[in-house]
Nanobody
Framework: VQLQASGGGLVQPGNSLVLSCSVS??????MAWFRQAPGKEREFVAA????????YYANSVNGRFTIATDNARSSVYLRMIGLKPEDTAVYSCAATNEQNSLYYYDQKYYTYWGQGTLVTVSS
């Protein structure tokens, strides 16, 4: 299983950005986005399952970020609107076979990781 994240860049506060993560090889049960800001621990952003329907968000992004899968393209997306300077971070996608959603918020339950893509929110 290989994950390839893309779509990061420099955006002004209030603007939008869409991150993509393409998956090669077999699909695991669930996918997530995590981020790590400079000098901080990596934190959970959002998660969903390939079967669709359920999504999970960190409080800090709920209502601004949307996670979605495209089964035909074996891709997962993170649409981000209303970006803030505190959203600046390296964003990574990850995959897990865990079916208990309680585990989705904890990075230790993820087996595969993509390389990060940098999002910088600044005027």
């Amino acid at each position: 299983v290989q994950l390839q994240a893309s779509g990061g860049g420099l955006v002004q506060p209030g603007n939008s950005l869409v991150l993509s993560c393409s998956v090669s090889g077999r699909k695991l049960y669930a996918m997530a986005w995590f981020r790590q800001a400079p000098g901080k621990e990596r934190e959970f952003v959002a998660a969903t399952t390939w079967s669709g329907g359920s999504t999970y968000y960190a409080n800090s992004v709920n209502g601004r970020f949307t996670i979605a899968t495209d089964n035909a393209r074996s891709s997962v997306y993170l649409r981000m609107i209303g970006l803030k300077p505190e959203d600046t971070a390296v964003y990574s996608c990850a995959a897990t076979n865990e079916q208990n959603s309680l585990y989705y918020y904890d990075q230790k339950y993820y087996t595969y990781w993509g390389q990060g893509t940098l999002v910088t929110v600044s005027s």
